[in-house]
């Protein structure tokens, strides 16, 4: 049995193995998008595929929406033939719940997969889609690092500048290829449209307006294109970028569920690592947790999927929902956990969970320190998020995620995620950023990190970070047991941490938790120890 449409007709085939199929007709669903498509969606990796994709298909398989989305890769082709076009476009939704068991969906209403390519002709495609006046939405899931276009000093990336001296015809990076379209969308009668960032990033569509309009300022400047093009993006009533806060655990393909799925008869379920170092698989895997809040700004319509389970607000509440979690009640706990659990030898979420100092730093983290100065945003309660995330979230041990996996571009995330919550003790004249004492652990546990030694003294590999250059020769300059570092210039730095720790009276306090992580083996737990007890 192969995860194929021709498969699909053996409908009770799939149901004797407590597998749920689409109810409706996707190869009808397919013509229909290409005639008029609704929803194009870049970056289609698997938080994509198994919750904004699976909710798509709730709407379809309800009769509340008639078209499918289009999925194109801007980054990895490889996913497109190896993911996509070998599955007949399905996906085998598995979501792990904390009792061991597996609830198995196949998801269609993705019909159609696409690079952004110009030479084998998928941008002429993707450009016939935007010139179409049916289309309500381009959404985006390419990670926060896709919607940068330059440098951490400053300047553009390669593809980038080739892409401000070619103009718009052959677009190579991702925020170029949609001001590429949105052009050609303005040239077929400035036709409307919502442009959706469901990354998990602070400001998401902030960040994409504006990494979009600076391409389209240097085109104008250029006489690439028309300066009306620039009006057209700044009206909301034309081109909206609303806000948006996604949250769930989707971590690689577990090589346990592909055994699960292979032992009760399905084939070709291997996980896929392309040479790009992507890890996907015909299958996702993920927690039954699921949040998406999406700012109700859509100038061209939308599909229902309120009646998906997904949340629309104003900016002001998906704002709010998006501090509480990136801020407070989630995203600080899991990079705390992630430093930590690669310094004292984790390979699993669920079991750091289970570790006396690590349970106590994340429950200060976000009870003691991160709720004082939530907002509640009113359609989610912090309170209960957080009780979700401590007592049902990372305790669950089938969610195969890793600290390593979380560890990645830490240096992009500290500003976010624990500088804001320092700025909000800084402003409220009854709290004192120095009386924290989470926050700077998990900020000298990650200065800690890039040291590149274990707790036991063991060299350690790093995950990816675009400051990895510049900050892990300075840090591991420092050797086990030294009793001295000049972290002065790292502490103050505004761009990493939001604020200079020093003006807010913390630089001294992260400088003496550090060398006592440094000081000898176990020297991590012992301070962990000496914090939290």
Same mark, same amino acid.
């Given at each position: 049995?192969?995860?194929?449409?021709?498969?699909?007709?053996?409908?009770?085939?799939?149901?004797?193995?407590?597998?749920?199929?689409?109810?409706?007709?996707?190869?009808?669903?397919?013509?229909?998008?290409?005639?008029?498509?609704?929803?194009?969606?870049?970056?289609?990796?698997?938080?994509?595929?198994?919750?904004?994709?699976?909710?798509?298909?709730?709407?379809?398989?309800?009769?509340?929406?008639?078209?499918?989305?289009?999925?194109?890769?801007?980054?990895?082709?490889?996913?497109?033939?190896?993911?996509? =076009?070998?599955?007949?476009?399905?996906?085998?939704?598995?979501?792990?719940?904390?009792?061991?068991?597996?609830?198995?969906?196949?998801?269609?209403?993705?019909?159609?997969?696409?690079?952004?390519?110009?030479?084998?002709?998928?941008?002429?495609?993707?450009?016939?889609?935007?010139?179409? +006046?049916?289309?309500?939405?381009?959404?985006?899931?390419?990670?926060?690092?896709?919607?940068?276009?330059?440098?951490?000093?400053?300047?553009?990336?390669?593809?980038?500048?080739?892409?401000?001296?070619?103009?718009?015809?052959?677009?190579?990076?991702?925020?170029?290829?949609?001001?590429?379209?949105?052009?050609?969308?303005?040239?077929?009668?400035?036709?409307?449209?919502? !442009?959706?960032? /469901?990354?998990?990033?602070?400001?998401?569509?902030?960040?994409?307006?504006?990494? !979009?309009?600076?391409?389209?300022?240097?085109?104008?400047?250029?006489?690439?294109?028309?300066?009306?093009?620039?009006?057209?993006?700044?009206?909301?009533?034309?081109?909206?970028?609303?806000?948006?806060?996604?949250?769930?655990?989707?971590?690689?393909?577990?090589?346990?569920?592909?055994?699960?799925?292979?032992?009760?008869?399905?084939?070709?379920?291997?996980?896929?690592?392309?040479?790009?170092?992507?890890?996907?698989?015909?299958?996702?895997?993920?927690?039954?947790?699921?949040?998406?809040?999406?700012?109700?700004?859509?100038?061209?319509?939308?599909?229902?999927?309120?009646?998906?389970?997904?949340?629309?607000?104003?900016?002001?509440?998906?704002?709010?929902?998006?501090?509480?979690?990136?801020?407070?009640?989630?995203?600080?706990?899991?990079?705390?956990?992630?430093?930590?659990?690669?310094?004292?030898?984790?390979?699993?979420?669920?079991?750091?969970?289970?570790?006396?100092?690590?349970?106590?730093?994340?429950?200060?983290?976000?009870?003691?320190?991160?709720? +004082?100065?939530?907002?509640?945003?009113?359609?989610?309660?912090?309170?209960?998020?957080?009780?979700?995330?401590?007592?049902?979230?990372?305790?669950?041990?089938?969610?195969?995620?890793?600290?390593?996996?979380?560890?990645?571009?830490?240096?992009?995330?500290?500003?976010?995620?624990?500088?804001?919550?320092?700025?909000?003790?800084?402003? =409220?004249?009854?709290?004192?950023?120095?009386?924290?004492?989470?926050?700077?652990?998990?900020?000298?546990?990650?200065?800690?990190?890039?040291?590149?030694?274990?707790?036991?003294?063991?060299? /350690?590999?790093?995950?990816?970070?675009?400051?990895?250059?510049?900050?892990?020769?300075?840090?591991?300059?420092?050797?086990?047991?030294?009793?001295?570092?000049?972290?002065?210039?790292?502490?103050?730095?505004?761009?990493?941490?939001?604020?200079?720790?020093?003006?807010?009276?913390?630089?001294?306090?992260?400088?003496?938790?550090?060398?006592? /992580?440094?000081?000898?083996?176990?020297?991590?737990?012992?301070?962990?120890?000496?914090?939290?007890?």
């Amino acid at each position: 049995m192969k995860l194929k449409l021709s498969a699909l007709k053996e409908k009770q085939a799939w149901l004797d193995k407590n597998i749920a199929l689409p109810a409706s007709d996707l190869e009808q669903v397919a013509a229909k998008t290409m005639e008029n498509p609704g929803w194009v969606h870049f970056g289609a990796g698997n938080i994509f595929r198994i919750f904004p994709a699976r909710a798509h298909q709730v709407l379809l398989d309800q009769g509340l929406a008639d078209t499918g989305i289009v999925a194109v890769e801007t980054f990895d082709f490889e996913i497109v033939e190896r993911v996509f =076009d070998a599955y007949d476009n399905l996906t085998l939704s598995v979501i792990m719940k904390a009792d061991g068991s597996l609830e198995k969906t196949v998801v269609g209403s993705i019909v159609k997969a696409m690079t952004s390519q110009v030479d084998n002709g998928d941008f002429d495609k993707l450009a016939s889609f935007f010139t179409n +006046p049916s289309l309500q939405m381009a959404s985006f899931t390419i990670t926060e690092k896709g919607y940068a276009i330059k440098d951490h000093v400053g300047n553009y990336f390669g593809a980038v500048k080739a892409d401000m001296e070619g103009g718009p015809k052959a677009p190579l990076h991702a925020m170029s290829v949609l001001t590429s379209l949105l052009n050609q969308r303005y040239q077929a009668g400035k036709l409307p449209l919502a !442009v959706v960032s /469901m990354d998990n990033c602070s400001h998401n569509g902030d960040k994409i307006k504006a990494a !979009v309009t600076e391409i389209a300022k240097v085109w104008a400047e250029k006489e690439f294109v028309e300066q009306d093009f620039l009006d057209y993006l700044e009206d909301p009533t034309k081109v909206s970028f609303p806000l948006s806060m996604i949250d769930k655990i989707t971590p690689r393909p577990s090589e346990k569920v592909q055994e699960v799925l292979e032992e009760i008869g399905l084939e070709d379920m291997g996980v896929i690592i392309t040479e790009k170092n992507s890890y996907t698989a015909p299958f996702v895997n993920a927690e039954v947790s699921e949040y998406l809040v999406i700012e109700d700004l859509f100038p061209n319509g939308r599909p229902p999927l309120e009646k998906a389970g997904i949340l629309f607000g104003d900016r002001e509440t998906v704002n709010k929902v998006e501090t509480m979690k990136v801020t407070t009640c989630l995203n600080p706990l899991h990079t705390a956990l992630a430093v930590t659990g690669c310094l004292l030898g984790y390979t699993l979420i669920a079991d750091e969970m289970n570790d006396e100092e690590l349970k106590k730093l994340v429950m200060k983290i976000g009870y003691d320190e991160g709720l +004082p100065v939530v907002i509640n945003p009113g359609i989610i309660d912090p309170k209960v998020f957080i009780d979700e995330v401590v007592g049902e979230r990372f305790v669950n041990p089938y969610i195969p995620d890793t600290p390593q996996r979380i560890a990645t571009d830490t240096s992009q995330k500290v500003a976010i995620r624990f500088g804001e919550t320092i700025k909000s003790y800084v402003k =409220d004249p009854e709290l004192d950023p120095a009386s924290l004492v989470g926050i700077p652990l998990a900020l000298a546990a990650w200065l800690r990190y890039l040291v590149g030694v274990d707790d036991n003294g063991n060299e /350690m590999p790093l995950s990816s970070d675009p400051m990895l250059e510049v900050l892990a020769p300075i840090l591991q300059k420092v050797k086990l047991g030294d009793d001295s570092a000049d972290l002065t210039e790292i502490l103050k730095n505004q761009e990493i941490f939001g604020v200079d720790l020093y003006e807010v009276g913390l630089g001294n306090k992260v400088e003496k938790m550090f060398l006592q /992580m440094i000081s000898k083996e176990g020297a991590v737990r012992e301070t962990l120890k000496a914090y939290l007890t």
